[in-house]
């Protein structure tokens, strides 16, 4: 029934960032005009956590549920090691219960997340 996910990401310089994900990230991509870039992504799961405030975001005449991205790695000290020698600046190297994580400076100065996680993972499912 369902075979795919899309994932959005609202950046205030998107032509940088997305020349981010396909030089320094190395994600492929397509072009679905007018160099409008899909990326391919790795395998992913989703999590679903309490809202806690939030409200959701309006989107194609409907309110649907914030988002933050995290991409995943095996070991984030060489994943990391791996970005600078790309030029990449990573945050702070943060320890949590549910594994140890970081976050990725956009050209755009939006972030995402990177984490090696602790806890089991649907990818490979």
Do not use: N
């Not at 956009?106 to 090696?116: H, K």
């Amino acid at each position: 029934m369902i075979d795919g996910a899309h994932i959005l990401l609202y950046s205030k310089d998107a032509d940088a960032d997305r020349a981010f994900f396909r030089d320094k990230l190395g994600l492929a991509s397509v072009d679905a005009g007018g160099g409008w870039l899909i990326f391919a992504l790795p395998p992913a799961e989703a999590g679903i956590h309490p809202a806690e405030g939030r409200s959701g975001i309006d989107h194609g005449g409907h309110r649907l549920l914030d988002a933050v991205l995290y991409l995943m790695c095996e070991d984030l000290p060489a994943a990391i090691q791996e970005l600078e020698a790309r030029g990449v600046a990573c945050g702070e190297v943060q320890e949590e219960p549910w594994g140890v994580q970081t976050s990725i400076r956009l050209p755009s100065g939006g972030e995402v997340g990177l984490y090696q996680p602790r806890h089991a993972t649907a990818i490979a499912m």
